[in-house]
């Protein structure tokens, strides 16, 4: 039986890297900003995301979007 690969999960607090740039409030973060996940929702496929810089945001990503860093 073949069907989607796990997807990644990821714990609260723990750091992560962008897998792809995301556009947030007229900013583009590149991939490879890191943030730390500060809120993983209940489902675990979305996450609260927390970036300081290039400016300080906060922004809903899912796993997809995410890698383990480092």
Known sequence: ?????????FE?????????AVKHSGETLPAGTV?????????GI????EFDLPTF???????RELARYP
Request: hydrophobic share 40%; glycine share 8%.
């Open 35 to 43: 943030g730390v996940i500060v809120h993983r929702h209940a489902d």
């Open 46 to 49: 979305g996450y609260e995301v």
């Open 57 to 63: 945001s906060v922004i809903t990503l899912s796993a």
């Open 12 to 20: 609260e607090f723990s750091s992560v890297a962008l897998a792809h």
């Open 1 to 9: 039986m073949t069907g989607a690969p796990p997807r990644e999960e």
